[in-house]
């Protein structure tokens, strides 16, 4: 949060009138809240403050960005993202699988005490945190993509919901062990059973019915916050790609236990002016809007960027294509795998990139905000509830 490319809240958090546009926005602050009646003052003052950035900007993140990158692991300070554009990222995605198994390191051989350390930094720089679990099969043992039928048996009376509990502890210790500088626990924008809408994963599509998706989303909200008592959570339901908002609400768990709604696609993003990704962010965006919250789309990325002018040519005109669309929170880009696992490759470029300059430029434009454009994520805006319902502003 240096130098003068941070932005101000202030258009957001005062002159509504003036900030008045032709989008629909947010009913209100005031009905526009974090689903935990508890939550930390921290984690609230996410809450408010992405609903007031989304009005101006978008923000860029990335997935395991301080982690590794094209040719390095685990290295202190270094980031692809940093070393390209030259500053971090604003939004951060990390990834929880494997901790159910006590395991040191996740699923991608990142490990889970060097992963608290990256995220207090990435906190400590104003960062805003996400997180998401491709946690193994409870009924198998096997991975998150082994498509065994496990969401009954997990539920209150299933075989396996002692086991799937146990894994929960796991996730609540290491969540609850997030701290800031001052003690304060780190606000995290929680995002399990993501692209539940696709049929790759054990908790999504034909796996599961609808109604046992909503059961262990609500399920796995009431332990985390209500018996485990974590309240540093914003939480996020994701899709794959969608194409109605029947679609997207098929297995929705409800606005009393949504803060963010999100969608995966990395399928509008393949060649430059594709109308389904305007589209989607514009349906996103108005889901989001009708029910007081965030829109996000949680992941996307171009295996290995192949088309040098992706960051501006594919991403930012199609984000700028449409006026509601424009009003997602932010984009986040897929890992930098150095496993090359599921046909991964990098999702951000690195110095000598093809795509590199057209990222600096992507970086630059006044839409898109990295690290060092952002307000204070973590204090309490100027006046929330005095926030007029009405229209996000036209940029
Ligand atoms: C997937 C792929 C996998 C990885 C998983 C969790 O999309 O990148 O290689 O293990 O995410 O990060």
Known sequence: MTGNRVVAL????????????????PRSMADSKPVDARITPEARALFHNLQLVRREHVMFGHQDDLAYGFTWNAEPGRSDVK?????????????????????????????????????????????????????????????????????????PGGAQHDRYVGWLDRVAAFLGSLKGPKGEPIPVVFRPYHET???????????RTPEEYVQLWRMTVEYLRDTKGLHNLLWAYSTDVFNSEADYLRQYP??????????????????PGDPALPRRLRGIVQLADARGKIPIMSETGLAGIPDPQWWTGTVLAGIRRDPVGQHIAWVLVWRNATNFQHGDKVYAPYPGHPSAADFVRFYKDPLILFGDELPNMYAAPAAPAAQAPGAAPSR
């Open 10 to 25: 202030a258009c957001a958090a005062v002159t509504v009138v003036a900030c008045h546009g032709a989008t629909p926005g």
């Open 197 to 207: 809408s696709g049929s790759w994963f054990w908790w999504g599509g034909r796996h």
């Open 254 to 271: 409800g606005d009393e236990w949504v803060d963010v709604l999100g969608f995966d696609d990395y399928q509008s993003v393949r060649r």
């Open 83 to 155: 070393e390209t554009a030259g500053a971090y990222p604003a939004v951060y995605g990390w990834e929880l699988g494997h901790l159910e198994l006590d395991s040191a390191q996740n699923l991608d051989g990142v490990n889970f005490d060097t992963l608290r350390g990256w995220i207090g930094e990435a906190y400590a720089r104003g960062g805003v945190i996400t997180i998401s679990w491709h946690l193994n099969n409870p009924v198998t043992g096997g991975s998150a993509w082994d498509t065994t039928r496990a969401v009954a048996a997990i539920l």
